[in-house]
Structures are given as C-alpha cells and as structure tokens.
C-alpha cells in the first residue's frame, strides 16, 4: 500500500487517502513532505533557539516559538514517530528552559513553554498528564477563582468541544461515509449539550448561532456541515485566544488515526468536567462546614446536573471502532485514564478512601481536612432534620449520577475492548465494572437520620 496507511490495522484497514473514522487524520493524508518528515518544524525550532542569547532561550517572547510548526508535524506522523533530530532538540531546550525564569507574559497568551515542550519528547517516560496536557489546562485554570473561575473552566470544555465539532465535520466534508457521518452528528449534539455540561459558558452562547438543528435536517451532509459550520463560528467568538490556542496545541496525537484526535478531546473534557465537580465538593464542604446547607446542596445539584448530561460524552465516544482502538491502545500503553488525578479527587473529597481498592497506577490523594460525609457526619446534630434529608437527598443524586456514568464508560470499554488488559496495565471492562460499584459516600443510607443508618 503506502506508508501512509497504518500498518497496524491489517488488510481490513483504510484505504490509501482515505479520511475519517477508522481512518487517517486529515492532517497525515494532506501533509506537505516537509511536515512528514519533520524538517521544518526541526529548522523552525534552531532558528528560534539560534536567536535567543546566552542567557536562555526565554530572552525571546514564546510566542514567537514555533508551536505550529511543531504542532503540525506531530499532527502528520503522530507522536511516536516524530522526527528524532526534533524531539531531542525539544528535550533539550526544554531541560535549558526549566533552568531560566520565565518573563512574566510567559503563558498568557500562549501555553508554558516549559510545560507544553514536556509533551513532546514523553515517547517513553509518558503518562497519562503528558498524553492529555492536564498540567496546561490546570495552569489556566488557577489563574482564576470563583464565577471567573467557573467561567473559564466552562470555556475551556466548550472550546475541546468546538474543535471536536470541527474536525470532524472537516473530515465528513473531505470524504463522506456512514461512520464519519455518525460520529460529526455526535459531535453536534455534545456542542448542543454544552448548556448542561459546561453552563457558564452555555449562557453566554445561547442563541449566538441561531437555534441548533434538529435530528431531520442533519441527516443531509450538507446540512449538517453547514450548521456546523454556523455553530463553529459563533462559538469561536465566545472564546478567548489563549484557550483556542491552548486547545490547539494540547492536540499531539500519538498515531496518526483520525479517531485518536476525537479520543484526545473527549479525555480532556471529561477531565474539565472532573476538575468543576471536584471544586463543587470542595466548595459544598466549606459551606455545609459553615451551616450553610443550602449553599451545599446548590453545589452538589451543579455538579450532578452536569454528570447527567455526560451521555452525550459517551455518545461520541460510541463511534470509536474496535480496531482503531487497538491501536490506540498499543500506542498509548502507560498512559491510563486510571491515573487521572483530578477523578480520583472527586472519589477522594466525598469520603475517605482505602488505597487498597485502587489500581496499582492510579494515584492515592492524601487531601488536607474533611470529606464531604466526614464533615456531614459532624454537622448532624447541628442541622434541622429537614436539611439533613434534603442534603441526602441531593447526595444520593450525586452518586446516581456518577455512577451511571461509570457503568455507561464500563458498557462502552466492553463493547470496544472487552476484557482485554488495559493500557495501564489494569484489567481493563472488568477493573471498571469494579469501581463502578463503588459509592462516592459509602456511609450514606437509603433512609435515616445518621450517614450509616
């Protein structure tokens, strides 16, 4: 065939050219040679090294950094077969920027330098943080507290989700076909969710790009490209610079499959989606803490509004083959969702844990103070009964919710992967089916005035 056809997925893979779900990325098969073999992102990144003086390589602003040149070879050959002379070049410069104090605009209106260049030779040291970019978008998000915080995190899942709905729809218009067709409908559908997943941003898009279609006019490619289109444009208004390229350059995919792109950005959002609600419970601790039930129970309805509406998440997610997936995995292998420090912080800041019941790879979080069922335990005798149900009543929502969307992740792995290790070394549909059964408040009843009653 070609050396652009993934040799990985056998006789039954993509066709030469072809784009699309259980295909190539458009970025592989429309890549200009230079890209492909990595010679302009090598020379791009010498003569913005060459420029800078003795004193480090932050003597120039980083936004003159070459991120795209860099961004686009990836992109071409994937991760893991990105251009040696580059990623050792990037190895370097990256030990002599951690040595130099960054000026002061570093990372506001492009990401960290030091960061971002962590991402690029983690070929094999990596892990799941360096595969997603988690430390990026964490360091976005501490630049900001209460609603401007809340906002921003919205923002940032809105936009994963605008460049989903765009590459995608990109891919339908460069070639057509059922699955491609299927999976850029999805992906409408999750922009059109963002009211519910990321509300403080939905609020201020409502209505920006006219009413979304509904199911009957997207079945026409056309009409789903353009209302896509419309839809991309008016979002893109709605989001700052510094996210979008944020965004864009938190996409360096390991292969050069199509549905990788799609797996990155539904990983990314899930984990915005775990950092609001983990600040939800941080927050309803605080308030119940202080005798303010209601104040907590608004917390939890935030954070439980939001797992409700995951389905169409995991509705994107439906479309990932079963043999692209293989591949993914082999490629990705010490990278899993396990070690997702901020999923483990919202387990970890309901009630106390055993560290036993974990994966050997998934991080153990020791946090400061009381859990949300410590501090509701303490509070009892203290709250009017009527608040105790209520707040019961909201926990028990939570749970649901969260458990609905671990058993949806466990029905998916078993219908993509089935019980095949996973690539963390965990027993993959079978370790999910486990610790979806785990409670996020334990000693919480289904009746009762005391937690273990």
Known sequence: MSANVPKELGPAGPLLGRIGVAALSQHAVQAEFTDTVG???LHAVEEWCSAADSKG???LRTEKFPFGDVIEHFRCVGRGDAHPALIAKLRDLHASVQSTAPPEDEGVSTPPLS???RLTFDQEDGDYHTYVGTHLYDGMRER???EKGDILSDTIMAALAVDLLSTETSALAAEPSRRQRTRARAAYQLLRSMNALAPAWGEKFEGKAGPFATADVLKGDEALTA???RAVSAAADQIEQPVRRLVEATMLP?????DEQMFIR????????YVHIGRCLERAITALDNGDAEGCRDELSDAANRLEATPALFRVLTTMPREAFAVIREKTNGRSAVQSTSYRRVESLSAPRDPGSLSPQAPFLVLEGETLQEVLERQLSELPSQNVTRLKESMRRLDASWHMSKRTHWGITLKIIGSAPGTGGTSGADYLQRTAEVSLFPGLSMSGNTPTS
């Open 39 to 41: 010679t302009r992102a």
């Open 57 to 59: 390589s932050y003597r």
């Open 115 to 117: 960061s971002w260049l």
């Open 144 to 146: 900001s507290e209460g």
């Open 227 to 229: 209302a896509a289109s």
């Open 254 to 258: 390991v292969t050069r499959l199509h």
């Open 266 to 273: 539904i990983i990314q959002i899930f984990e915005g989606l």
